[in-house]
């Protein structure tokens, strides 16, 4: 085990944080953590990288003690926190051997850790951090991450605020960082990212709704979710939550996601119902259950 | 969606230094609509929205906004808008009603229409026992959303969101959208920008803009039958690929 | 060593490349120096002033030509009556008045004595106080040589004897307390800002998950500005002493070791502050209201302690900045030597303890 994670509580004044969470990652795994803001990623993070320490329970980082063993954490992780923590005065090289140094090794030293990632962003290596665009702040960030071969690497909400294309590069770099062993718990709010995970946690309000495979947490779904679609979006909506038998009914992208109450929906019948409501283009199939309506249906049995 | 223009902006630029942000572009929105405003990371989306929004002057080019020319007639122009981001939404250290009175007196509101207006909010958004709470204990989503209608207290012709849903749970965020709906139901121009992709989905019309240029802009329909794909992620992915 | 050093140049870096951070560091020393030196100065320099010379004799005339040849005062008008006083001073045109009283030799002669008013405009406190001092030097003066021509004259006069500083020069004053000023700020301020500010940004997460120890950063962070503060401290001194002519009576060795120990005691304040703010302006606040205030206000700097009320003297006992300017004052001026200020040495080298004791025991491995 890579990260063991045991009934870990932490609670601010009166709130809880997060709430007796337990998880194990294997070794050279990508786990995900997949919540919104305020599920607590960031404070569970904290507490796996020492900086923080938990009310309650116990969690061991590559074997060791996260309160006991603090130091030797310190040395054999890689850590990159919510907002790209580079020094923005600095250039891109000189983040680079700063962060080396500071780890007691050099930028050759383990070029080849960096260098798939590093060749993109050296063409600016001269270039204030602060100068960056969002998706190449996101690469050096990295790149300091990584510079010291570490065994674990804890990115946090690294994908938040990039835009779809600089996502997609950046979730290829962590399926190759992967092949050379490295373990890497990541965290995101973004639902669509939990595919790419071997094994996500999905959670919100500090508590953990479901630990699987995300092939796992599809299949085992026992609701079935129906794409719906017609001319107008705003009525439907509303038409959809009206109709007697609704169980969610939710945006998704192009269509309207509706799950029924009953085991024996008929999807003639809403037709109709939908034609009296003078619906016109209506369009209903069965969907592809993704993660994020997994995700809502939890929150709200949990609620 | 009537064929009336709200915002038209002809061979619009705006340079730093040598460094062209936003180069020549030029589109229409027209009333009502929800137009979607994507682009990647320093693809000139923010920079753009400065202009359209009167608080950035373009190097060249014309903006109409709601009838007024931003160059000219900036204030009228934040007059007719309404304006939020996701950064600034609200003053976490006042209440609620507090935040409504304050924004509803820098648009001009009158006392009365005050009143009226935040009994109508809260009553909306079923924040009637926590008007005198202060919005720093508010959830996200509630903030969010508050901060929505609190940029419509002035009846605004258009509203601009910029990343409106950022770190918001799914079901908030779907919550947020209805608010869209209907307001732009209502005859209100929504311009949304958004990293989530299937929000851009949601929308009317869809511009997606790279290095400076409008790249595409039809309805994500027809988008995402001009490229072949399932997605507007797609399309995306396609567009932003052709132009490296 | 190969990481401190690394830490220290990335430090640097740091400072080189903030405009505002150069300027508190080499604008502000010099412009302060520059500014309390030249600017603001309780010295008189050719006031204005008004004679009313009701007398009109030769000795009244003598003792005028005396005032008007000193560089202090200059006579703006003469006027005739009483009733002008008044309303040359709502004009501002003047700060004081002379008024002779009539026959004046002839009261000088036969009375042995004569009376000159000196009225000033006290709305400026300070200045009405050295105007009145000046004009009783000069008239003391006078006395003195008319006593020696016309023995024999029985009057008692006082003497004052000004030691160290015999030409009331404040610059003297102003050198050991803007040096004192720009140390703390340097030294607790800068510093602490800057320990903040990589919390703010979210590096010192980093930084602390790092293999460096908590006592390594500190160290990194604050070793520049040691350097630079001596730098400051040395540019401060040279200034005084070669533009405003300022003595170093004691020895320079003990001068600079004396600073060194006070930059180290404003640099352990500045890590405590550090521990106790969260963001750049929480720290900024806390040095300017905490630090820099009490250093003008408590420190004799500006206002003399001696006339404060007793609960602000003991106060200031507790401010490092006091014992700093005694001791430099005592070693510029007094020339004094170590056997006379170990017990100030002793007081801030106890300080300094203190605070690094407390910011070591405050300074937390973890974000909480």
């Known amino acids: 085990m890579s990260i063991q994670v045991q009934n870990i509580s932490k609670s601010y004044k009166d709130n809880f944080a997060i709430a007796a969470v337990s998880f194990d990652v294997k070794e050279g795994e990508i786990f995900g953590l997949i919540g919104p803001d305020g599920a607590g990623k960031t404070t569970l993070f904290r507490i796996l990288t020492t900086l923080l320490l938990a009310n309650e329970g116990t969690a061991t980082v590559a074997g060791f003690d996260v309160v006991a063993d603090y130091k030797s954490i310190r040395r054999s992780i890689g850590y990159m926190p919510g907002k790209f923590s580079l020094y923005q005065d600095l250039t891109v090289a000189e983040n680079l051997s700063f962060f080396a140094t500071i780890f007691g090794t050099t930028l050759e030293e383990n070029y080849d850790v960096i260098k798939e990632i590093y060749v993109q962003i050296e063409p600016f290596k001269d270039r204030r951090a602060g100068a960056l665009s969002g998706g190449m702040k996101q690469k050096l960030a990295l790149c300091c991450a990584l510079i010291h071969k570490p065994k674990v690497l804890f990115l946090d909400e690294p994908t938040t605020g990039v835009d779809p294309v600089s996502r997609k590069e950046f979730w290829d770099m962590l399926k190759r960082l992967q092949q050379r062993g490295i373990t890497i718990l990541v965290s995101t709010p973004y639902m669509d990212e939990a595919a790419l995970c071997d094994r996500i946690a999905l959670i ?76 016109t283009e209506i369009e209903i199939r069965v969907s592809k259950t993704s993660i994020e309506d997994i995700f809502m249906d939890l929150t709200t049995l949990n609620q | 969606m009537s064929q009336e223009k709200i915002i038209e902006v002809k061979n619009l630029s705006k340079k730093f230094g040598s460094f062209t942000a936003v180069d020549n ?195 994500p329909k027809n988008l995402k039958q001009q490229f072949n794909v399932e997605s507007m992620n797609d399309v995306f992915l396609k567009l932003a690929r052709n132009v490296e | ?209 790092s293999p460096l120890n908590p006592l390594q950063v500190i160290l990194g962070k604050v070793f520049p500005y040691i350097f630079l503060s001596i730098i400051n401290a040395t540019v401060i001194v040279v200034l005084g002493v070669f533009v405003f002519g300022m003595p170093i009576e004691g020895s320079i060795l003990l001068l600079a070791f004396e600073s060194i120990l006070f930059i180290i005691t404003a640099l352990s304040l500045g890590i405590l502050i550090s521990t106790l703010s969260n963001s750049q302006q929480t720290a900024m606040m806390i040095s300017l209201m905490g630090l820099m205030l009490p250093v003008i206000i408590l420190s004799g700097f500006i206002f003399p302690l001696s006339s404060m009320p007793l609960p602000l003297q003991v106060i200031s006992n507790i401010i490092p900045a006091k014992w700093f300017i005694i001791i430099i004052k005592a070693i510029m001026l007094k020339g004094a030597s170590i056997e006379i200020i170990w017990k100030e040495t002793l007081i801030l080298i106890g300080m300094t303890l203190f605070f690094i004791v407390l910011s070591i025991k405050k300074y937390k491995i973890r974000l909480e």
């Open chain 1, 204 to 279: 919100q309000k500090g508590a953990v709704l479901k630990i699987d495979t995300p092939e796992n947490i599809i299949s085992k779904y026992d609701k079935t979710i129906y794409d719906v679609r017609t001319k107008n979006t705003h009525q439907l909506i509303q038409d959809l939550k009206e109709y007697p038998s609704q169980y969610s009914v939710y945006a998704f992208g192009e269509y309207i996601h509706y799950c029924d109450k009953t085991d024996d929906f008929n999807s003639i019948e809403l037709e109709n119902y939908l034609k009296q409501r003078n619906h």
């Open chain 2, 25 to 219: 572009i030029s589109f229409d929105v027209y009333k009502g609509e929800i137009f979607g405003f994507l682009g990647a990371n320093g693809a000139g989306k923010t920079t753009a929205m400065k202009m359209l929004i009167g608080i950035s002057r373009p190097t060249s080019g014309e903006v109409t906004v709601a009838g007024y020319d931003v160059k000219t007639a900036a204030e009228m122009v934040k007059k007719s808008i309404g304006y939020m981001s996701q950064r600034f939404s609200m003053y976490d250290d006042l209440t609620i009603k507090e935040n409504i009175t304050f924004f509803g007196g820098i648009y001009g509101l009158s006392r009365n229409k005050i009143k009226e207006k935040t009994a109508q909010l809260v009553s909306e958004l079923g924040l009637e026992d926590a008007v005198d709470k202060l919005v720093g204990d508010l959830p996200l989503g509630w903030k969010q959303k508050l901060s929505f209608s609190v940029a419509l207290l002035h009846e605004p012709k258009i509203v601009f969101l910029d990343e409106p849903t950022g770190g918001v749970d799914p079901i908030t965020r779907r919550q947020f959208w209805e608010m869209i709906y209907a307001e732009a139901h209502k005859g209100t121009t929504i311009f949304v920008t958004t990293h989530y992709m299937d929000e851009a989905e949601y929308c009317d019309r869809v511009s997606i803009m790279v290095e400076g240029h409008i790249e595409a802009l039809d309805t």
């Open chain 3, 1 to 209: 060593m190969k990481r401190f050093i690394g830490f220290v140049t990335k430090e640097f870096y740091h400072i080189f490349r903030d405009k505002r951070s150069m300027f508190i560091l080499f604008g502000m020393p010099i412009a302060q120096i520059m500014l309390f030196g030249f600017a603001i100065t309780n010295e008189i320099n050719n006031v204005n002033i008004a004679i009313l010379d009701k007398s009109k004799d030769t000795k009244t005339q003598k003792i005028i030509n005396k005032i008007s040849a000193s560089k202090y005062f200059y006579i703006e008008q003469e006027i005739s009556s009483e009733y002008q006083i008044e309303s040359i001073f709502k004009k501002g045109k003047v700060k004081a008045v002379l008024v002779f009283e009539n026959h004046f030799v002839k009261n000088l002669q036969t009375q042995k004595q004569a009376k000159v008013q000196v009225i000033t405009d006290a709305t400026d406190p300070n200045i009405a106080n050295t105007i009145t001092n000046y004009v009783n030097a000069i008239l003391q003066n006078h006395t003195q040589e008319i006593n020696n021509t016309n023995q024999p004259a029985y009057q008692i006069q006082t003497q004052t004897q000004l030691y160290y500083n015999p030409e009331l020069k404040s610059v003297f004053t102003f050198v050991p307390g803007v040096m004192t000023v720009i140390l703390m700020l340097v030294s607790a301020m800068m510093t602490s800002i800057s320990i903040t500010r990589e919390k703010e940004l979210g590096t010192m997460e980093v930084l602390l998950v």
